[in-house]
């Protein structure tokens, strides 16, 4: 028989390494010659304590293992080696002279996958060798594509879980711009028809001031009731101040207009197409529903928002999505900014003010325009400022970020719209983001 040949057909590695356990030298000897002229990998040792040491510092893919020796027999050694986890899996065939029933069963309780009784016959000692070296190859096989599979998995679980997340939060954002868009539009109607009244109600109490200053003017001495009523009601007063509440009134409508227009700019509905658009429009309607945290308080004065606006054209873009990058940036950048604040005076930060800067400008090969929002609040680590756009990533509090912000917000400018989104930070100094668009 050619057993180089049936090591082949049954695919057993060529490097198969096998111990031999044996107080006989003789022992010893034969079966290192069996194994090494099939063209297994072989050592061999003489006593137990010895043995569980070779194992530990060179696993073997096999152990033959003589039962009856000196100092510690098989029977301990086996049990000591499916005792550490790290040598547990190598199977162990023992080699006996004593081919009792009772021997067999203990050492297979032990853990031993065979027997093989001394003499033993070469073939079927080879038999029994490529049997477990095959079975074994095939454990680490399946154990190896169960890691993998499971491995992948769980990639797969993690891609699905960013995506749903990824896909709340981009329904929500249009949730919210439908939501918007319909609040300003139904606020729109009233204030345009109180904007259009005030126009009118102006003119009237300016023709009846006039008419009032003819009578006083005509007929200086009215009647007693009528100087009660004049002085009870302070008319010389109320004349001077209408004016001004018409005016107050106008500013209030016309704040109440501009926050409208903001609205509907920044929940723009976007079509399956880009439209022409001004990107400073997009960024001064955000700046417009961010008012509010600008403004000053008890702890702080207001942030101040410096625009440096370029005179750009107008680019092809999906608008209210870039609205949404602006949105992320500048709320970052407040948040940064209040962080910055905690443990400062008033007067602190008054003296330093907290300051947010919008740039734009086109590139010298006018190909690209440029959009730099940048604060001076805590800033950034270096570990921090490579995960930023990571999805899931968040450095808010639990409840306070989903991690998915900065990462939609690249995917929408670097993949919606051709460009690219980056960040310069540093712990202290404050952080710029800067967006590049193709014109």
């Not at 356990?21 to 137990?48: A, P």
């Not at 109440?256 to 429009?281: Q, Y």
Request: net charge negative.
């Amino acid at each position: 028989m050619n057993y180089k040949t049936d090591i082949k057909t049954l695919n057993l590695p060529g490097n198969s390494l096998i111990l031999v356990v044996d107080d006989t030298t003789t022992n010893l000897e034969i079966v290192f010659n069996i194994l090494t002229n099939i063209g297994f990998d072989v050592i061999t040792d003489n006593n137990g304590k010895s043995a569980i040491k070779q194992v530990e510092s060179r696993p073997p893919d096999l152990i033959l293992l003589d039962v009856m020796m000196p100092g510690i027999d098989g029977f301990e050694t086996c049990k000591r080696l499916k005792d550490n986890s790290a040598t547990c899996d190598i199977p162990v065939i023992f080699m006996t002279a004593d081919s009792d029933t009772d021997s067999k069963v203990k050492g297979l309780n032990i853990g031993a996958v065979d027997y093989i009784t001394k003499p033993f016959h070469e073939e079927e000692l080879l038999a029994r060798i490529k049997t477990h070296l095959q079975l074994r190859n095939l454990t680490k096989n399946l154990e190896k594509r169960v890691t993998e599979r499971t491995a992948a998995l769980s990639r797969a679980l993690k891609d699905l879980q960013e995506s749903q997340l990824q896909l709340v939060q981009t329904e929500k954002m249009s949730a919210l711009g439908e939501l918007v868009a319909g609040v300003a539009h139904e606020i729109n109607n009233p204030v345009g028809f109180i904007h259009g009244n005030l126009q009118h109600a102006s003119v009237y109490f300016q023709d009846m001031i006039n008419i009032i200053n003819l009578y006083q003017q005509y007929y200086p001495n009215p009647v007693p009731e009528i100087k009660e009523e004049i002085a009870a009601i302070d008319l010389k007063y109320m004349l001077a101040d209408l004016p001004n509440l018409i005016s107050s009134m106008k500013e209030g409508v016309q704040r109440i207009r501009d926050i409208s227009i903001s609205l509907r700019t920044f929940s723009r509905a976007d079509s399956d197409r880009k439209v022409s658009c001004n990107i400073h429009d997009g960024i001064d309607s955000t700046i417009m529903i961010l008012k509010h945290r600008l403004k000053a308080s008890e702890d702080h004065p207001e942030i101040q928002v410096i625009r440096d606006y370029d005179n750009l054209p107008e680019i092809e873009c999906f608008i209210g999505q870039l609205n949404q990058v602006f949105m992320n940036l500048l709320a970052n950048a407040i948040d940064a900014l209040e962080e910055s604040n905690v443990g400062r005076t008033y007067i602190e930060i008054e003296a330093n003010p907290n300051q947010v800067l919008i740039q734009t400008s086109l590139t010298e090969n006018k190909k690209h325009i440029l959009v730099r929002i940048k604060d001076n609040g805590v800033g950034m680590s270096p570990d921090v400022e490579q995960k930023i756009f990571d999805h899931l990533f968040t450095t808010k509090p639990v409840g306070q970020g989903t991690g998915l912000g900065l990462s939609i917000a690249r995917q929408i400018v670097v993949e919606k719209h051709g460009g690219t989104l980056e960040v310069n930070s540093a712990p202290e100094q404050g952080s710029e983001f800067i967006i590049k668009l193709p014109v």
